[in-house]
């Protein structure tokens, strides 16, 4: 066995704890191995993480089946009924389906009838800060990230390029969609954590794009945002 | 045609919600009553996300959210295989999308908007929530099998020899493929970060 497996195996107890890391053999294993240890560490961190996520998601999960809803029902029957009828959302490298027999027009006019009214359902059941409504869609203004398109070579994607000074532990969020598909606007990427201050697409990018871009701080926090439509050159 | 979700043998603790999806997928029309009862998970779900994450959402935003996440889920239900109850796989989605709902309401924030709007979306919850939506997002980049033994170590906090059950494989295989799932995504957050995660 090499020894590269031999330490990937030891690991993989420790973690499923097969091994106790008290046990004194094994911390004996680790002093002399610190790059096991390292990588022991690393991975007990994540698991840490996992848990803390894991208790979150129980916690909402429990949280969410005392809640008793009554106006969102209809709501969501026909979000969802939409959905089913008219097929539209569907993933696109899936076959598309037939449409339910019989249903389809009643379900879509149906439909219509309660997305009407949907947001007065909703305010009777969500928890929420009252007297607020969603900002109207604008686009932020200046550019703060002095963000451009950098041709790429031949057969290589073009990409962006951004200058702008990320604070200690910060990173930038980056979003970029395909604004010519209409409302349904496609996700091409989503990319939650980025510390580089240039990015190369995997694939070709549409001639126009719409790009958001946002610095934030190791707490999380905006520093700056930007949202626009840039043009890619062939 | 119909859409039709990936056949498997392996043995799953929710088999019942697997046949369930399997006949809305192909029509069923008394399935999909079922379904869509079932379904009156997402807005509950994402209204108590949204309240321990301190409101960071308006009622207003969070309707838009309902609608994304119900998008996300039949987007995605041939995917479902059968591994977690409906209602926890449905999870992800939402609180994916919920994070998406905060991001997009925070664009607005160089924007004139009230400071009360502001003070709202600046909740201490939401840093946290961002280190979460990271694990989810990685966990989906990893796929399965690797990354569903490590929701359900985790997240469900079955034993491997449960896992191993649920997936139909030995419980020796599933510590294989835990162990593969968290080094595959401590891969994904050094690329990404260089490492840091708080």
Known sequence: ?234 | MTRTIESHSTQTRHDGDLQLVQQVLIGDDASIVVFVERMQCVPAILAAQNRRMGHPLSVHDLSDVVQESLTKVWKKLDGYAGRAALETWTYRFCFLELMNGIRKKRRWSDSAQPESELEELASPHVPRAVEFEFLHRGLEAVGPPEADVVRLKHFEELTFSEIGERLGVSANTAKTQYYRGLAKLRDRIDSRTGGVVQ
Not at chain 1, 139 to 150: D, K
């Open chain 1, 1 to 234: 066995m090499s020894e590269r497996r031999e330490h990937d195996e030891f690991v993989e107890a420790v973690l499923s704890g097969e091994k106790d890391p008290a046990d004194p053999k094994v911390i004996r294993f680790l002093a002399d191995n610190p790059e096991v240890a390292r990588r022991v560490r690393e991975l007990s961190e994540l698991a840490d993480q996992l848990d803390e996520a894991g208790r979150e998601q129980r916690a909402t999960l429990a949280e969410s089946r005392e809640l008793e809803p009554a106006e969102e029902q209809v709501a969501v029957a026909n979000g969802l009924r939409e959905l089913i009828a008219n097929g539209s959302a569907r993933a696109p490298s899936r076959a598309a389906p037939e449409p339910l027999k019989g249903q389809r027009l009643s379900l879509l006019l149906f439909a219509a009838a309660i997305l009407a009214v949907l947001p007065f359902a909703w305010n009777a059941f969500l928890v929420a800060p009252s007297g607020d409504s969603g900002p109207s869609d604008v686009m932020l203004g200046s550019n703060p990230f002095e963000l451009e398109v950098v041709r790429g070579e031949e057969s290589s994607p073009s990409g962006l390029r951004w200058s702008f000074p990320l604070s200690s532990g910060g990173w930038f969020s980056l979003v970029v969609t395909d604004p010519s598909a209409g409302a349904e606007t496609p996700t091409l990427y989503d990319i939650p954590r980025y510390t580089g201050h240039e990015w190369k697409p995997s694939e070709h990018l549409p001639s126009v794009i719409r790009v958001e871009l946002e610095a934030l701080d190791a707490s999380g926090e905006i520093e700056r945002a930007w949202a626009g439509e840039l043009s890619v050159p062939d």
